[in-house]
């Protein structure tokens, strides 16, 4: 993705300080979303650098999917600014930050029960390759996701496990530099899990930075170094994972108390 140089274009906080050789991919810059008169994500600055592997936890209606949302342009921001290397996004629509390499698979699955595998992938896919090898693409996506002898199966007959494959295969078709995931082990049987993070941790490994939405923290123990609590629409707590485990006021707000 190689991104303007326009100097019209907004700078984030982090390039006007220190010049585009900084490692930040993402930063969110006093994020703001309201809902009515209900703030779900109060003045947020969030970072994620180049081929990070980041685990964003906290309770339920903490705003984790919202923050992701406002990251792809699902929602707009009420204030604030997304800056994507360095850039100001904040105004683009959700696909030309796909385009700018920003992946995503919701909370809600979105496969297609009545194509296949492959023919799930093609979708994103033939957006895209305009004057390529289509099918190529498709089997590189197959492959990358550990999908290629069920590349003719339906996506109904997929275990819940391959579905989840095939979502995340999805995005990553498209060559995302980040690949946010909001909760893609929800539901899954713990062999199941293991397989999800196997694949997330070879992704990352090929240089694709995560954010994962889990609250599974043994399987956040695995995958993540550096995690990111949310708490009532606010960062509460960010630091490795050994850290956040064992800090007392993070398990009281997953308690319910203040
Ligand atoms: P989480 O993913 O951490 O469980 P969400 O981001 O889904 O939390 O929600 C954060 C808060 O914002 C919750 O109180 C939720 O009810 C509220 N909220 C989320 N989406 C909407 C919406 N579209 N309209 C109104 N309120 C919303
Ligand atoms: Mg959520």
Redesign the pocket.
Known sequence: MSGTRDPAVRQSPAVRATGSDTDTLLQTDGVTKR??G?T?IDGIDFGVNTAELRCLI??????????LKLITGQ?SVTDGEVYYRGEGITDLLPHERVDRGIGMKF?VPSVFDDLTAAGNLRLPLQRVVTNGDLAARVQEALDRVGLSDRADTHASELSHGEQQHLEIGMAVALDPDLLLL?EPVAGLSMEERNDIADLVTALNGDGIAFVV?EHDIDFVARIADEVTV?HQ?AVFREGPIEQIRTDEKVRRIYLGGD
């Open positions: 809902f009515g209900f779900a906290g309770p339920n209606g903490a705003g984790k999917s919202t923050l929602h909370q909001d939405i949310l629409g």
